[in-house]
Nanobody, 126 residues
């Protein structure tokens, strides 16, 4: 089994930055891809971005493109989400997810992921 644990959330002023981490533990960890999703109060969970684990290809939602960056450290089994120029609309619970194996062209869909973290709250004050 794989466990994912997020950290780094908190309260930040609009225009500020935060870096989230997602650390994986458990059996030998070599996923096909990992992703970040977020859910704001009263809204559905939405895709933020993802990275393929071996090659490092990234994809981002239009709402965060140019402001957020996903990176990884394979040796530490950790994925990061660097968030810059934060605004109130970025307030949400951010959750990381991992797709165990197998190519998928639909990595923006949460149904493509096998493991999920518990989430970390990000609050942006305006």
């Amino acid at each position: 089994q794989v466990q994912l644990v997020e950290s780094g959330g908190g309260l930040v002023q609009a225009g500020g930055s935060l870096r989230l981490s997602c650390a994986a533990s458990g059996r030998t960890f070599s996923p096909y891809a990992m992703g970040w999703f977020r859910q704001a109060p009263g809204k559905e969970r939405e895709f933020v971005g993802r990275i393929t684990w071996s090659v490092g290809n990234t994809d981002y939602a239009d709402s965060v493109k140019g402001r957020f960056t996903i990176s990884k450290d394979n040796a530490k089994n950790t994925m990061y989400l660097q968030m810059n120029s934060l605004n109130a609309e970025d307030t949400a619970v951010y959750t990381c997810a991992a797709r165990a194996s197998g190519f998928s062209s639909r990595l923006r869909s949460d149904s493509r992921y096998d493991y999920w973290g518990q989430g970390t709250q990000v609050t942006v004050s305006s």
